[in-house]
């Protein structure tokens, strides 16, 4: 089992920065890939990018340049710093756990929700 705790989110003008944290417990935490998705109403969840290890990171191309994955796996925490944000960065933001051999998300965090305004 994983829970999963994000925090961080709130209200941004347009240009501005946000980071998110996501506070992990209950497994290894190094071994496990960590997601982060976005889900606006009426929309389906939406991939943001993801973290395995430092040197294997991979990012939506609609994120690519403004925002950073990183993790402390000493501290059992993945981050996602948004930089230039855009009103339709707009949404809920989750992150998901996915352990070893899996092929799919297995855990989810409860979500945080990021308002860019224009």
């Known amino acids: 089992q994983v829970q999963l705790v994000e925090s961080g989110g709130g209200l941004v003008q347009a240009g501005g920065s946000l980071r998110l944290s996501c506070a992990a417990s209950g497994r290894t935490f190094g071994s496990v890939t960590m997601g982060w998705f976005r889900q606006v109403p009426g929309k389906e969840r939406e991939f943001v990018g993801r973290?395995?290890?430092?040197?294997?990171?991979y990012y939506a191309e609609s994120v690519k340049g403004r925002f950073t994955i990183s993790r402390d796996n000493a501290n059992n925490t993945v981050y996602l710093q948004m930089n230039s944000l855009k009103p339709e960065d707009t949404g809920v933001y989750y992150c998901?756990?996915?352990?070893?051999?899996?092929?799919?998300?297995?855990?989810w965090g409860q979500g945080t929700r990021v308002t860019v305004s224009s």
């Open positions: 998901a756990a996915r352990t070893p051999g899996s092929a799919t998300y297995d855990y």
């Open positions: 973290i395995w290890s430092a040197a294997n990171i």
